[in-house]
């Protein structure tokens, strides 16, 4: 790691390492693993969500599905896993050892209560096994346990109620789990503030089918025949994850810090959530596909690109996009351009006549002979679907026209 960059971060207060952490999940199941994953470089963990022994909670037989895309492994991945399984006394034996362990590591214990009076004694019960944070999980949506998880993250007074639970039996600092499963984020973020949150986080897994069997006809993960509405990770819910920390983000009402996590996978997922105001990031479904060693790989990157940027602190990265986001309102639509195509790279595959004919401005026309496409410019819509199809990077670029420069209507018959 370049020693000219600090990778540490505040988050609600807490100091960590870097902001890399494990989150809530079967990544985070137990010491023995969130102390390979602190040794591999994570600086902190969301444990996986505690509750209270008085429900037991068995999981479905299988209980994930790996969503592959083409040759494309794991865009995404449905389960439709519970909270842990383990018992509350080894679960919290673990949480104090980790914390003698690895007292600069820092863990951030999720409970969910399915009660009022089990958000106080959860919360009590990590805080004096000495969570660092406690994070509120209002946001997983498939819980078979009636009134909780999402269904509570959609119900703002709820959310309001149980952090205020919370907040009446301790000083340790409350983070609030988001679910992107609702129209404005903000309202339970709010809410969450009210009720005495530190912090936010999101997201959880957004619901989503992501697979049908063509002879069971059964939705995937087949639990014996049988299929659910469930949670969607991976590199797939990225953007939908990046949306709700940039609006969170944006909103000065409540001001809050965010942990930010779906589809984080490289460090270059991880900078775009910090760029969009996350303090601190987690990974589950990245963790699952490759195995801790990918935040070796999350150190390096984000410390060679902060010295090449001579950014010092990873705190001036922290919102750093927000104000180039705007309203789609706000576009200057009298600066208009054109697709360039640098011919000379061309290898003749005709992808981009093909899509510029059937989805662009048909501004392609294809000269079989040369085996090369043939421009007009003032057909062009700059829609750059050309580029999305080429096989060679670099071929198409986007290029600015000036301000004079007209585009030719758009030819109908009749
Ligand atoms: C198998 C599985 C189990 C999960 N269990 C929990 C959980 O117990 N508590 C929780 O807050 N989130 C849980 N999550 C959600 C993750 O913590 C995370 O919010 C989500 O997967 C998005 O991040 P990712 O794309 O990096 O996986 C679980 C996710 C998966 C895939």
Redesign the pocket.
């Known amino acids: 790691m370049s020693k000219k960059v600090d990778l540490s971060v505040n988050y609600c207060g807490v100091q960590f390492l870097n902001p890399f952490m494990l ?4 990544v ?1 199941n137990c010491a023995e693993m969130v102390a390979r994953s602190f040794e591999t470089g994570w600086a902190g963990v ?1 444990y ?2 505690l509750v209270t022994d008085k429900i037991p909670i068995f999981h479905p037989s299988p ?2 599905h790996g969503y592959n895309y083409g040759d494309k492994r794991l865009v995404g ?1 449905q ?1 439709v ?4 399984d383990r018992g509350l006394k080894p679960n919290l034996r673990d949480i104090t050892w980790l914390k003698k362990k690895y007292p600069k590591h820092i863990v951030m214990a ?1 409970i ?1 209560g399915f009660c009022n009076q089990d958000w106080a004694d959860l919360s009590k019960a990590v805080s004096d096994a000495g969570a660092d944070l406690i ?1 509120l ?1 209002f ?2 949506p498939h819980m078979t346990v009636e009134g909780s998880g999402a269904k509570v993250g959609q119900v703002h007074d709820l959310v309001q109620k149980f952090t205020e639970t919370a907040r009446s039996v301790t000083r340790v600092p409350l983070v609030a ?1 988001m679910t992107p499963n609702i129209s404005d984020i903000n309202e339970p973020a709010m809410a969450a503030k009210r009720g005495g949150a530190k912090g936010l ?5 957004v619901a989503g089918l992501s697979e049908v069997g063509l002879d069971d006809f059964v939705p995937r993960p087949n639990v014996f025949g049988k299929g659910a509405i469930s ?1 969607y ?3 797939a ?2 953007p939908v ?1 990046l949306r709700c920390v940039a609006q969170m983000a944006q909103n000065k009402e409540h001001g809050l810090p965010i942990s930010g ?5 490289t460090w270059v997922d991880a900078l775009e959530y910090l760029l969009v105001g996350a303090t601190t990031v ?7 596909h490759y195995g801790y060693r990918i935040v070796e790989d999350m150190i390096e990157g984000l410390s060679d690109y902060m010295a090449s940027k001579k950014i010092t602190r990873v705190k001036d990265l922290v919102g750093k996009a927000l104000p180039r986001l705007h309203e789609t309102g706000d576009f200057d639509v009298k600066r208009q351009g054109i697709a360039k195509y640098d011919f000379d790279k061309c290898v003749g595959c005709g992808q981009c006549y093909i899509v510029c004919r059937d989805a662009g401005g048909s501004a392609l026309e294809w000269d079989n002979g040369a085996r090369r496409p043939i421009h007009d410019k003032d057909k062009c819509l700059s829609c750059m679907v050309c580029s999305f199809v080429c096989p060679v990077s670099g071929l198409i670029n986007f290029k600015e026209m000036p301000k004079t420069w007209k585009r030719k209507e758009t030819l109908t018959l009749g």
């Not at 989150?23 to 079967?26: A, G, K, Q």
């Not at 986080?201 to 897994?205: E, L, R, V």
């Not at 996590?261 to 996978?265: A, K």
């Open positions: 989150s809530s999940s079967p985070s969301s996986k969500t209980r994930m991945l389960n896993e519970q909270t842990t999720s969910m994070e999980n946001s997983c789990k986080s999101a997201i959880n897994t949670g990770s991976g590199p819910v990225k994850g996590m779906g589809g984080i996978e987690q990974v589950t479904t990245g963790i699952i």
